[in-house]
């Protein structure tokens, strides 16, 4: 057996109208694209329909199931990782700015809508909305498995509900920031720390608010 199937397998899971070629993905590339990195990298390209993206994830994780697997789930892909982690017992997953209503959220969006990074054209329906309901976890009962990683100034979700419902959880909450979570970078090492069965987090500073003009 090669020592790649010894490393952990990381799996981005994007957010709503994102791709795999979103700044976080391309960050978590660039730092383990090394054939002897400390982890592997998948970074599937997801449906805009729910029900599809998670049995997308599901087959990913099927053919892997052999390695250790943590998710790394970016706002509506946060509320995806958090379905498959409490359905699939071996996996862990860390969450980034994660949406926890995200059906709420997206009811403002029915209609027409483009991808920002494919440039898909689709239309967001009420189908679309109880496919996110059908995927809600109302109570979690692996909160060990979750590494929550928000930051105070998210423009898009409140951190604050992300915080109570994974309050059992490891929790990174820092001040500043943005949505799309500023200085990633200096998370990976905790990311993969992770994924290998162990909490190291950097030392909390407070960023800039990122205004959007």
Known sequence: MSNATHKPLLIYVHGFNSSPESWKAQLLQQHL??????????????????????RQLGLLIEAAWDRDITLIGSSLGGFYSTWLTEQQPRLRSVLVNPAVNPDRLLADWLGENENIYTHERY???????????????????????????????????????????????????????????????RLIPAVVAFAQGRVELPPLISLPDVVEG
């Open 123 to 185: 239309h967001l329906t009420r189908e679309h909305l109880k496919q996110l309901q059908a995927l809600r976890v109302e109570q979690l009962n692996h909160s060990s498995r979750y590494l929550l990683l928000v930051q105070t100034a998210d423009e898009t979700l409140d951190y604050r509900e992300a915080v109570e419902k994974y309050q059992h959880a490891v929790h990174y909450v820092q001040p500043g920031g943005s949505h799309g979570f500023e200085a990633f970078d």
């Open 33 to 54: 694209s090394a054939p002897d990195g400390p982890a592997d990298l998948l970074v599937p390209s997801l449906s805009h329909w729910p029900a599809e993206a998670v």
